[in-house]
C-alpha cells in the first residue's frame, strides 16, 4: 500500500479514493466547494458518483458531516457537482 498519496473516505459510499479525485466540501456560513482543497475548517469530501450524491441529498449526510443545515442553495451546490 502506497503511503505518499493522500486518502479520504466519501462520506456517502464510504469508499477510499485519493484526495484529488474526491470533491471537498466546506460550511463557513455556507457551503463552500473547495476545489483546492485548502480552505480551513472541517470538511467533507465525496466521490461524486450520481447515486451517490442522490442518497447524501436524501439522508443529509453533508448536513450531519460538516454539523451545518443546510439551505435549498447549499444542496443545489452538492448536487451540481455530480460527475457526467
Ligand atoms: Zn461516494
Given at each position: 500500500?502506497?503511503?505518499?498519496?493522500p486518502?479520504?473516505?466519501c462520506i456517502g459510499c464510504r469508499s477510499r479514493m485519493e484526495k484529488q479525485k474526491l470533491i471537498?466540501?466546506?460550511?463557513?456560513?455556507?457551503?463552500?466547494?473547495?476545489?483546492k482543497q485548502k480552505h480551513p475548517g472541517?470538511?467533507?469530501?465525496?466521490?461524486g458518483e450520481k447515486a451517490c450524491i442522490a442518497r447524501?441529498?436524501?439522508?443529509?449526510?453533508?448536513?450531519y458531516a460538516l454539523h451545518a443545515s443546510l439551505s435549498s442553495e447549499d444542496k443545489a451546490?452538492?448536487?451540481?457537482?455530480t460527475h457526467e
Open positions: 500500500m502506497s503511503t505518499h498519496t486518502t479520504r473516505m471537498r466540501f466546506v460550511y463557513d456560513g455556507k457551503l463552500i466547494l473547495d476545489a472541517r470538511g467533507a469530501y465525496i466521490c447524501i441529498m436524501k439522508k443529509n449526510t453533508l448536513g451546490l452538492l448536487e451540481g457537482c
